[in-house]
Antibody
């Protein structure tokens, strides 16, 4: 059974940093593209970033490029999202997700990031 | 920037058929997938590559596409199907705005 468990969310001041983690199990993590997707309170879904299994390719939505960094540790089946220069509009639930061909196959339960002074 | 357009809400009576549309420029050349999200829960994949249904998803969920519009159809809608539904095109990594399906 695929399991994705996020952690690391919390309250942070504007301009601050936070690192999200996702522990994966139940599938071959090292060969899977992984994504982060977020959802602002009461709003829709927004894809944030993704990374290839061997970490050789990484992509970001324009609004976070240069501020967020996606990475992974295949030895420990873990996915990360380093978030710097956080802004109020980054406030959202952040979901770790395993990709399938042309989509998202599996979602974690999400971790809430709140950016506020 | 690329956009996918969904109706904000769709209402259906129990047992009837609900159709939720998703339109976008050149969507006909891209794959669409659909996600169900109930309040307080994570999204769940219900349709991928336009028409394929993951294991465990009831047969009453089906997907189709005509031109630049993808459609999610829920046949014999049940109260448990009440949720928000989002379409996604992976080529652009863009979600539609979401449709709230109400079963009245």
């Amino acid at each position: 059974e695929v399991q994705l468990v996020e952690s690391g969310g919390g309250l942070v001041q504007p301009g601050g940093s936070l690192r999200l983690s996702c522990a994966a199990s139940g599938f071959t993590f090292s060969s899977s593209w992984m994504s982060w997707v977020r959802q602002a309170p009461g709003k829709g879904l927004e894809w944030v970033a993704n990374i290839k299994g061997d970490a050789s390719q990484k992509y970001y939505v324009a609004s976070v490029r240069g501020r967020f960094t996606i990475s992974r540790d295949n030895a420990n089946n873990s996915l990360y999202l380093q978030m710097n220069s956080l802004r109020a509009d980054d406030t959202a639930i952040y979901y770790c997700a395993r990709e399938i061909t042309a989509g998202i196959g599996y979602w974690g339960q999400g971790t809430l990031v709140s950016v506020s002074s | 920037s690329y956009e996918l357009t969904q109706p904000p809400s769709v209402s259906v009576s129990p047992g009837q058929t609900a159709s939720i549309t998703c339109s976008g420029d050149k969507l006909g050349d891209k794959y669409a997938s659909w996600y169900q999200q109930k309040p307080g829960q994570s999204p769940v994949l219900v349709i991928y590559q336009d028409t394929k249904r993951p294991s465990g998803i009831p047969e009453r969920f089906s997907g189709s596409k005509s031109g630049n519009t993808a459609t999610l159809t829920v046949s014999g809608t049940q109260a448990m199907d009440e949720a928000d539904y989002y379409c996604l095109t992976w080529d652009n990594k863009v979600f539609g705005g979401g449709t709230k399906l109400s079963v009245l």
